[in-house]
């Protein structure tokens, strides 16, 4: 099983940056995968980034490459998403996620795990 604990959301203006970080304990595998997700009110769950636990190997929504940077380090056990140039369209809940067997599913049930989530809202 795997914990993860997300924080850093927060209220910014339009233009401004954020840092989130997603600590995860308990079965983590070199071949893990963590994600981060996210959900506007009405709106479909979308994925943002996501990032092999170990080596390199790094992907991006479309709606966020350029601006956001996804990184983990592995010796602390976290996750961060550095958010850049943020637009009022990124105002949603946040999630991190964690595969254990990298295969970016997921899915809980399949070692699958998810955050709790955190408030991002960007101000025009």
């Known amino acids: 099983q795997v914990q993860l604990v997300e924080s850093g959301g927060g209220l910014v203006q339009a233009g401004g940056s954020l840092r989130l970080f997603c600590a995860a304990s308990g079965r983590i595998l070199d071949r893990s995968t963590m994600g981060w997700f996210r959900q506007a009110p009405g709106k479909e769950r979308e994925f943002v980034a996501e990032i092999r636990w170990r080596g390199t190997g790094t992907y991006y929504g479309d709606s966020v490459k350029g601006r956001f940077t996804i990184s983990r380090d592995s010796a602390r056990n976290t996750g961060y998403l550095q958010m850049n140039s943020l637009k009022p369209e990124d105002t949603a809940v946040y999630y991190c996620?964690?595969?254990?067997w990298g295969r970016g599913a997921y899915a809980p049930g399949e070692e699958g795990y998810w955050g709790q989530g955190t408030q991002v809202t960007v101000s025009s």
């Open positions: 996620a964690f595969d254990v």
